[in-house]
C-alpha cells in the first residue's frame, strides 16, 4: 500500500512528452471553520516544483533516509498539498517512529488542515521524544534574506503546540508552551513572534503585568531579520507605534482586532478587522487561521 501510494503520487506530479506538467487533480485540502473548503492549487513550473521534484527524486533513491522524506514533505505541503505531506510524514513515523521531527512536521501540517486535536496529539508525542535531548537548528524551507535559520526543532515544536493550544481557546496549556524557554531562543526575531502571541494570551487570561513584562523584552532597535510584522505589532503593543503607523498585513489584521476585543472592549470594530483579514487574507497563514477560529467563537 505504501508503494502504491508513493509511486502514484510521482505520476500525478509528472510531466507529459513535451515536458509541460500536466496539473494534479485539485482534492479538498481543508474545511475551514467557517465552512469554507479549500482546495489544493494548480501547480506550475518554478522553483517551488522543482524543489519538490529535486526532493522527491532525492527520496527515491535514498528510501531509508529519514532527512529525505522529510524534505520530500516539507516541498509538498509548499506547494498546497497538505495532506499529501500528512500521509508522508505518517509513513516516516511509520518507519522512523523515535523520530520528533516527522511529528513535528505533520503535526503542522494539522494545523494547516484544522485538525487542532491530531496536531496536539503530535506535538505532545514530540515533546516526549525530545526530552532530555540536545536541541538542534533546523533548516529553513523558504530561507530568509540573509539565509540565516532562526529556529530549532525544540523551538518550533513548542511554538506550535502552543499555536494549536490557542486555536482551541486553550490559553492555560497555549501558556505553558510559549513559555517554554526554547520558543525565545538567542534571535530577536524569536523574542518579538512568541512574545506577540504571548501577549495576546495573557491578555486573555487578564495577567496584565505578566503581558507588560513580555513588551519589556521589545524595543524599536531589535536586529530583526524576518519577523518584521510580529515586531511592528509588539511595539504597538506597546505604545511606540500608533495604529496609523502601522503597514496593514495580515499579522496587522489581526493584532489589530484582538487589541479591540481585549483592549477597548469594541467589538463592532474588531469584527471589521476579523472581516477584512478573513475576506484577502491567505487561508493557511496562522494570522488567518487564528481569526477564524476567533470569529466562530466570537460570533457564530
Known amino acids: 500500500m505504501r508503494r502504491l501510494f508513493l509511486v502514484t503520487f510521482l505520476i500525478i506530479f509528472s510531466c507529459d512528452s513535451s515536458n509541460n506538467l500536466k ?8 474545511i475551514t471553520l467557517l465552512g469554507d473548503t479549500l482546495r489544493s492549487p494548480e501547480i506550475e513550473n518554478g522553483k517551488s516544483f522543482d524543489q519538490f521534484k529535486s526532493a522527491q527524486i532525492t527520496y527515491f533513491d535514498n528510501k531509508n533516509s529519514a532527512e529525505a522524506l522529510i524534505w520530500y514533505g516539507r516541498r509538498a505541503a509548499y506547494l498546497g498539498y497538505y495532506k499529501e505531506a500528512i500521509k508522508l510524514f505518517t509513513i516516516g513515523i511509520e518507519t522512523h517512529p523515535n523520530d520528533a521531527r ?4 505533520r503535526g503542522h501540517r494539522y494545523i494547516s488542515t484544522r485538525q487542532y486535536d491530531n496536531a496536539i496529539s503530535d506535538f505532545e508525542k514530540a515533546v516526549k521524544l525530545i526530552d532530555q535531548k540536545a536541541d538542534q537548528v533546523e533548516p529553513d524551507g523558504l530561507p530568509n534574506a540573509k539565509n540565516i535559520p532562526l529556529s530549532t526543532l525544540h523551538g518550533n515544536i513548542w511554538y506550535h503546540l502552543g499555536l494549536a493550544y490557542y486555536l482551541k481557546n486553550d490559553m492555560d496549556n497555549s501558556l505553558k508552551a510559549f513559555s ?3 520558543v525565545a ?13 504571548l501577549y495576546m494570551i495573557y491578555r486573555r487570561l487578564n495577567k496584565i503585568e505578566e503581558s507588560v513584562n513580555v ?8 536586529d530583526i531579520i524576518e519577523n518584521m510584522s510580529y515586531h511592528q505589532t509588539c511595539l504597538f503593543y506597546k505604545g511606540v ?3 496609523s503607523e502601522m503597514v496593514i498585513d495580515e499579522v496587522a489584521l489581526y493584532s489589530l482586532a484582538n487589541w479591540y476585543v481585549y483592549e477597548k472592549k469594541d467589538i463592532l470594530k474588531a469584527k471589521q478587522y476579523y472581516q477584512e483579514l478573513l475576506s484577502t487574507g491567505n487561508p493557511y497563514s496562522f494570522a ?10 466570537l460570533f457564530e
Open 215 to 222: 513588551l519589556n523584552e521589545v524595543d524599536k532597535d531589535m
Open 185 to 197: 531562543h538567542k534571535y530577536d526575531d524569536n523574542i518579538v513572534s512568541s512574545g506577540h502571541w
Open 180 to 182: 517554554n524557554r526554547s
Open 288 to 297: 488567518y487561521i487564528a481569526g477564524e477560529s476567533d470569529w466562530s467563537r
Open 241 to 243: 507605534l500608533q495604529e
Open 102 to 105: 516527522f511529528y513535528r512536521h
Open 23 to 30: 496539473n494534479p487533480i485539485q482534492t479538498i485540502e481543508a
